[in-house]
T-cell receptor
Framework: QKEVEQNSGPLSVPEGAIASLNCTYS??????FFWYRQYSGKSPELIMS????GDKEDGRFTAQLNKASQYVSLLIRDSQPSDSATYLC????????????FGAGTRLAVHP | DGGITQSPKYLFRKEGQNVTLSCEQN?????MYWYRQDPGQGLRLIYY???????QKGDIAEGYSVSREKKESFPLTVTSAQKNPTAFYLC??????????????FGEGSRLTVL
């Protein structure tokens, strides 16, 4: 079993719709979760971090965490073509060090 | 402006040659990291360093070496022992290496192609 599972996509949504991206992880002890956005050929940039169960909202983005189910998701409201990118889910690995373990990413395509 | 600078952005290497990728940060971060990304795969950790003069192997350290002589700098050498070196290499830093997890800040990456 992979440490982080994401659907590779592409996930295609129309402009203005809600995009829902999902991620499951294997380490029950992990406390810290992140969503990074990566445009083609560019480096990842952090868009959301979440540490507690429940929802965390930041503008058009909402991260949802369910530690019991080992599941984290990202909702993008009012999707725009500029949101088209690969979204990487990551969690802090074991060992007490600030190492992140990344999923392979979900490619999102927002069409006009 | 504060940030992480990686160089070169693109690099071509012949088989059997070592190559060193540069990573410099002026964010005053303690921890620095090297990740490798292959098409369709997630980022995989090569090496990381929590403080100066200390570093640890990540998940795929074979064929790579690093040094951390200065807080600002964490160069990565891809040696001829690395069997499949063609990849996108990403350097990152974070304010601290342990304790409460912080975000990683990435450089723009270096794309290495072995001919």
């Amino acid at each position: 079993q992979k440490e982080v599972e994401q659907n590779s996509g592409p996930l295609s949504v129309p402009e203005g719709a809600i995009a829902s991206l999902n991620c499951t992880y294997s380490d029950r002890g992990s406390q810290s979760f992140f969503w990074y956005r990566q445009y083609s050929g560019k480096s990842p940039e952090l868009i959301m971090s979440i540490y507690s169960n429940g929802d965390k909202e930041d503008g058009r983005f909402t991260a949802q965490l369910n530690k019991a189910s080992q599941y984290v998701s990202l909702l993008i409201r009012d999707s725009q073509p500029s949101d088209s990118a690969t979204y990487l889910c990551a969690f802090r690995g074991p060992g007490g060090y600030n190492k992140l373990i990344f999923g392979a990413g979900t490619r999102l395509a927002v069409h006009p | 402006d504060g940030g992480i600078t990686q160089s070169p952005k693109y690099l071509f290497r012949k088989e059997g040659q070592n190559v060193t990728l540069s990573c410099e940060q002026n964010l005053n971060h303690d921890a620095m990291y090297w990740y490798r990304q292959d098409p369709g795969q997630g980022l995989r950790l090569i090496y990381y360093s929590q403080i100066v003069n200390d570093f640890q192997k990540g998940d795929i350290a074979e064929g790579y070496s690093v040094s951390r002589e200065k807080k600002e700098s964490f160069p990565l050498t891809v040696t001829s022992a690395q069997k499949n070196p063609t990849a996108f290499y990403l350097c990152a830093s974070s304010p601290q290496g342990t304790g409460v997890a912080g975000e990683l800040f990435f450089g723009e990456g270096s794309r290495l192609t072995v001919l």
